[in-house]
Structure formats: structure tokens, C-alpha cells
């Protein structure tokens, strides 16, 4: 029997690639996605395209009313996404343990599944500078998650898998080329618009338009303009 695993998909380049590698490595998986107040809807569309073409036992959507609490660009819309290009430093676009909640629920749903695999698309070298995007972060979180739940404590170890963390996003792209990811089916842009096409100034369109050209593979991103 194929090995259940909990995946969380945003239904962006990184999630994607990250779905394909748990696939790969047989596991049966189990993809959780939010919608948590951010700005658009686009990609969690682009999570039901992306789930459909490279297969999942099931595909929850959970609500979260992070856009309550605002804090970020992403769930405030009188903060303006930064179009000026990538700078040192935790950009207005991080959202307030927005990792952790999505986790911790993750972690929710592989005890029920008797998972003891979750499996995350965070990246640490072509990104926006978040803290929990951190190898120390996964690895904080993973040893909580073993002190806080009953399967952990009753000696079934649970592992939170970051397979894209120390790759650039060009190695991530050859990845999941590799893997058969369509990255036209993806949705990368903090403020895409109702059909998915980005803006290509914000900091993830940037990184993401970086990563296809040092990775030589064709741009199938659609643009507004």
C-alpha cells in the first residue's frame, strides 16, 4: 500500500513541484489548500488544475479569516504589494504565522489520515526573505510536532518534508520539468487578476521569471500586459 502523505498546495510554482516529488516517492497524497483572505482567488483554481493533472487521493480547501487580523499586503488591500523588485529584509507580503497555521493543520489532518509525512513547498534560497521559510523553522516545527500529538508521543515519528529548501527556483523548475509539472497550469503573482494572468513587477513574479530563464525552460506564465 501506497504511504499516505499530507501536501500543502497554494496551487504556485514551488507547491506544484513539491506535489510532483511526493508523488514520485509514492506516496498516496492528501492536498490541503487555503483560503485565507488573500487578495485574489486565482490560485486555488490553479490548485484544482494542478491536483487534476498530477493526481491526489483527495483535495480539501479550508477558510481561514487571516484577512481579520491583516498585517500583510496579501490580506490587506490599503497595503500595497511592492512592485520596486526583491530587497534585504521581510517585505510587507508576509503574512503573520501564516506557515505555522497551515501546518499545524496539515498536522491535524495526517493524524487522522495516520500520516506520519507532510510535505511543504518552502524555499530558502529564491525567495522573499519569510521566517518561516527557514530549514531552522521545518526543523523547529517537525521536532513540535512530535512533542504535541499523539502519534508522536506514542512513537510513530512525523516528518515534515521541505524538498525545495536549499534549491534555487531554477533548480525547482528543472525539478518538476523533470517530473512532468505543466507550470502553465500554476499561479505564482501576489496580485494576479480573476484569470490567473500576473502582474510580472511583484517580488514572486520577479523570482519566478528569474528562475525559467536561468533554467532555460520556456515562460508559460500569462501576463496582463
Known sequence: MMKPA????????DSATCLAIARSQGFDCYCLSFDYGQRHSA????????VKALGAKEHRVLNLGLAQFGGSALTDTSIDVPVDGVHPGIPVTYVPARNTIMLSLALA????????????????VDYSGYPDCRPEYIAAFEKMANLAT???????KLNIHAPLINLS???IIRTGSALGVDYGLTVSCYQADE???????CDSCRLRAEGFAAAGV???TQYRS
Open 6 to 13: 499530507v501536501v500543502l498546495l497554494s496551487g504556485g510554482l
Open 43 to 50: 490560485e486555488l483554481k490553479a490548485a484544482e488544475r494542478v
Open 109 to 124: 489532518w495526517a493524524e487522522v489520515l495516520g500520516s506520519r509525512d507532510i510535505f511543504v513547498g518552502v524555499n530558502a
Open 150 to 156: 499523539k502519534a508522536g508521543v506514542e512513537g510513530a
Open 169 to 171: 527556483k531554477a533548480d
Open 195 to 201: 484569470l490567473g494572468r500576473a502582474c510580472g513587477v
Open 218 to 220: 520556456p515562460d508559460p
